[in-house]
């Protein structure tokens, strides 16, 4: 299938930040279980992505209808930027008593992240033409799965030459190389066929 400049800057930013995403979870998994000595504990962690994600799934509609999608998909990308950064400052300072302050953070970060995924598969179609639709996603789909099964492997590979912390610093790197990436898109905006209460923009997202 050949590939246009926008389906490219779009699977490659992505996938630089599902790449991050699995090594910053290792990360934080990592240091929570060090830190309390809970299995327990560091089983919040996913807990509490998922949990923020899904709020944010379901809020995206809402926001997809008023924000340009390029800028709402990169927009998510610097601010998961800027909280990797807070979070990499934040590390030297943990402790047990001010732990919960980083499922603070990684429930903020889950919230921007929530929204990517919807919004890549709402730009797909209009980057790519109909008949390559299919190839598409399932390239993308391929992809992503992939990234996902590798880097638990090598993200926890990794913390045996470096520290959580380094992980994090380098999580931060690809997500702001990643929106970079995604300032190059094109503008997508979605404009309603139909005046649409809130509940009704979240259920056709759906």
Known sequence: MKLNRNFNLLLTGQSLANIGEVLYIVSVIYLIFE????ATAAAFVPFTITASMFLSNTLTPLLMQRFNLKWLLTGSQLGKTILLIALAFLLPQLSLTNYYVLFLLI???????????PVTQTLLPNYVENEQ????????????????TAMWFVGSSLLIWLSANDLI???AALFFLSSLLLCGLESVNITPSKEQNKRQQITQGW
């Open 35 to 38: 830190l309390t000595g809970s």
């Open 107 to 117: 429930g903020m970060v889950a919230l921007l992240d929530g929204c990517a995924n």
């Open 133 to 148: 639709l299919l190839k598409a996603n399932g390239l993308a789909e391929t992809v992503t799965q992939s990234i996902q």
């Open 169 to 171: 610093w380098l999580t």
